[in-house]
């Protein structure tokens, strides 16, 4: 027997190197050989929906007493919740689909999880060896499809090769820069009796992540930043994923700069923190994106200047010098050039910085950001996070989403799928802790909350877990409650239903003259946004549909109910719950910094433009 080795966390060196385990050589199938490799690794949960190619994988699945399988009702579930899994516990999560279209229906989610860099190892079923490449039933190229959006793939042919490649998957899921791994198994490779070894040894001659930061550039860094006289630190979510949030407060109270922390990054640096200014980019707060504006150093650690963030890029932080911090080094110079970078995982990169601060406060050097704070302190409090009330004493989006995050609290995880809600949800949820906060970030992909939520509260089942959906998101993927229900996997989902698809309504109010072309939903609010609909005419009525797939489902429309339905929902434990919060269609998302524009565009509400003055330019 095996021992029973921990899932890889990220930094693991390797999958196959925990607890020395004895040394196993034993005559198998294939797909014993997989689900056995499986268990070595220590995955524990696995989504997935079975098929003709990867049958034979399914059978060994029944048997194995370490490994749990959730049958989900659409392989872009099964993506999802293992991305949720993952963020959610640290650890690899792992889909498993047929081939042809079960194949392809990953491909959304893995693309997914290559531009969030989530881990996770996908196992696909691929029609027989003899059969590759010529068009056989159900075949899909699933490597190549998956080449751009995978961190690495695999195509195995010979059953030898299963424990080698599961054990190499899971460590390059992994380590360094973590991201998605394919591993494609022809259906003969299953079939055929090979040998199960373990443990393997790992051979990537071509694969060494750099961790540990060059000192020179650590001091170099360290130098500029006490050196400044209007600094940000800008966190991405690379922070979160190193583990390196500790090293990250000490090293922002140690200096007394102000932290802004990406979509991608929330919960990095508590919201609550005097020194956190919030979030930059096209939704982000006056402050944060204005300190980036006026900054003279950009300290940047694990964030990847993406195009949402910096808005026109030639316009992007003109006055700043910038040290950017990441393990992978592709990102450093791709977006913005960096006058100091660093290649290193986050923590070693914060750890070393913070000995290397205190060398320069040692030797006399301390940064005076005090003028800088002045500003700072002007611009949190002129230009602070809010909202309009919403007309006829209806439900605002975002007084919804304030009061779950008050009630349900920091403690709880929040998936949101893609749109206003997302927005507001990063905006009025106060997030204080690392991996509380689920959210397609580089994709923007619809859909994701409800599989996410479930993969997460599968992980972390004493956890609430809270999904704040739209309404058009919830009808591209909530047949997962489903499996939901029947899994014992009691997540909440707040679906804030304008009845449109309103991040797009809202482009059509603002750059289309109100020309609401397809964007109306009719499951919500009626047209005019004022007067609820006649009685049957959502289509689909949340509640119904919720409650035909073994939820409870429960409706909210008025603000003096808010805080009821909350708390009756968060006392429900035995089943997922829906609520279905109707909230009136124009509300708009602002601050905003419009596609294509200078963050110095920004607005702080429809056509209001912060006035700064131009003595820090
Ligand atoms: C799979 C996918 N299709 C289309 C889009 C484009 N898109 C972005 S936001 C959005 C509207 C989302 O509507 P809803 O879920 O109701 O959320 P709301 O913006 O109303 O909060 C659309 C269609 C997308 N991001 N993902």
Same mark, same amino acid.
């Given at each position: 027997m095996t021992e029973h080795a921990a899932s890889p966390r990220r930094g693991d060196t390797t999958a196959a190197h925990a607890p020395a385990p004895q040394h196993v050589v034993e005559t198998m199938t294939g797909a014993q050989s997989l689900i056995r490799s499986l268990e070595a690794v220590g995955a524990d949960t696995v989504f997935g929906?079975?098929?003709?190619?990867?049958?034979?994988?399914?059978?060994?699945?029944?048997?194995?007493?370490?490994?749990?399988?959730?049958?989900?009702?659409?392989?872009?579930?099964?993506?999802?919740? +293992?991305?949720?899994?993952? %963020? $959610? *516990?640290?650890?690899?999560?792992?889909?498993?689909?047929? @081939?042809? &279209? =079960?194949?392809?229906?990953?491909?959304?989610?893995?693309?997914?999880?290559?531009?969030?860099?989530?881990?996770?190892?996908?196992?696909?079923?691929?029609?027989?060896?003899?059969?590759?490449?010529?068009?056989?039933?159900?075949?899909?190229?699933?490597?190549?499809?998956?080449?751009?959006?995978?961190?690495?793939?695999?195509?195995?042919?010979?059953?030898?090769?299963?424990?080698?490649?599961?054990?190499?998957?899971?460590?390059?899921?992994?380590?360094?820069?973590?991201?998605?791994?394919?591993?494609?198994? +022809?259906?003969?490779?299953? %079939? $055929? *009796?090979?040998?199960?070894?373990?443990?393997?040894?790992? @051979?990537? &001659? =071509?694969?060494?992540?750099?961790?540990?930061?060059?000192?020179?550039?650590?001091?170099?860094?360290?130098?500029?930043?006490?050196?400044?006289?209007?600094?940000?630190?800008?966190?991405?979510?690379?922070?979160?994923?190193?583990?390196?949030?500790t090293e990250l407060r000490i090293l922002a109270e140690l200096t007394g700069a102000p932290v802004v922390t990406t979509l991608m990054a929330l919960g990095a640096f508590p919201d609550s923190h005097p020194q956190h200014l919030g979030m930059p980019g096209m939704h982000g707060s006056v402050p944060a994106v204005t300190a980036l504006q006026k900054a003279d150093l950009l300290f940047t650690l694990g964030a990847r200047f993406d195009d949402r963030v910096t808005g026109k890029l030639d316009g992007f932080a003109p006055h700043a010098k910038v040290v950017h911090a990441d393990i992978d080094p592709a990102e450093i110079g791709k977006n913005r050039p960096a006058d100091v970078p660093i290649v290193g995982d986050a923590r070693e990169v914060l750890a070393d910085l913070i000995v290397a601060v205190q060398a320069e406060f040692d030797a006399g050097h301390k940064g005076d950001y005090s003028q800088w704070w002045e500003k700072l302190d002007e611009w949190k409090k002129t230009y602070p996070l809010g909202y309009e009330p919403a007309p006829g004493g209806r439900l605002s989006p975002q007084q919804v989403i304030e009061r779950i995050g008050r009630l349900v609290g920091p403690e709880a995880i929040y998936a949101a799928g893609v749109g206003q809600h997302q927005m507001w949800s990063s905006q009025f949820i106060r997030f204080e802790k690392p991996g509380t906060w689920l959210n397609s970030g580089g994709a923007g992909t619809m859909g994701y909350a409800v599989p996410a939520a479930m993969g997460a509260k599968a992980g972390r089942p004493d956890t609430a877990v809270w999904a704040i959906d739209g309404d058009g998101c919830f009808q591209m993927t909530n047949q997962e409650l489903a499996t939901c229900a029947l899994n014992d996997i009691p997540i909440k989902v707040a679906v804030i239903n304008n009845g449109s698809l309103g991040m797009v309504r809202q482009w059509q109010t603002l750059f289309y003259n109100q020309r609401y072309s397809n964007t109306v939903l009719h499951a919500g609010p009626d047209h005019d946004g004022i007067a609820p609909p006649a009685q049957g005419t959502r289509i689909p009525d949340f509640v119904l549909l919720s409650e035909a797939m073994g939820c409870v489902g429960l409706r909210c429309e008025r603000p003096e109910d808010l805080d009821a339905v909350i708390k009756q929902a968060m006392e429900i434990n035995d089943r997922p719950v829906v609520i279905d919060f109707i909230v009136h269609q124009d509300a708009m998302v602002w601050p905003m910094v419009a596609a294509g524009t200078s963050n110095d565009e920004i607005q702080f509400a429809k056509g209001v433009r912060p006035d700064f003055g131009d003595d820090l330019d």
């Open positions: 929906i079975p098929g003709g190619a990867i049958l034979p994988a399914y059978d060994p699945l029944m048997d194995s007493a370490k490994v749990r399988h959730i049958l989900v009702r659409h392989e872009q579930g099964a993506g999802h919740a +293992a991305t949720g899994y993952a %963020q $959610a *516990t640290g650890r690899v999560g792992v889909c498993m689909a047929t @081939s042809g &279209p =079960g194949a392809t229906n990953l491909v959304t989610p893995i693309a997914d999880a290559y531009m969030d860099s989530v881990p996770m190892v996908a196992i696909t079923g691929q029609v027989s060896s003899k059969a590759i490449g010529t068009d056989a039933f159900q075949e899909a190229d699933i490597c190549g499809i998956t080449m751009p959006i995978t961190k690495h793939n695999y195509l195995v042919t010979d059953p030898a090769e299963i424990p080698r490649v599961i054990a190499e998957a899971f460590h390059i899921a992994a380590t360094g820069r973590p991201g998605p791994v394919l591993v494609d198994i +022809a259906k003969d490779a299953l %079939q $055929a *009796t090979t040998t199960f070894r373990w443990p393997v040894e790992l @051979s990537l &001659p =071509g694969y060494r992540p750099v961790t540990k930061p060059h000192a020179k550039q650590i001091r170099e860094a360290a130098k500029m930043l006490v050196g400044a006289k209007r600094p940000v630190l800008y966190v991405g979510g690379g922070v979160i994923k190193a583990q390196a949030t």
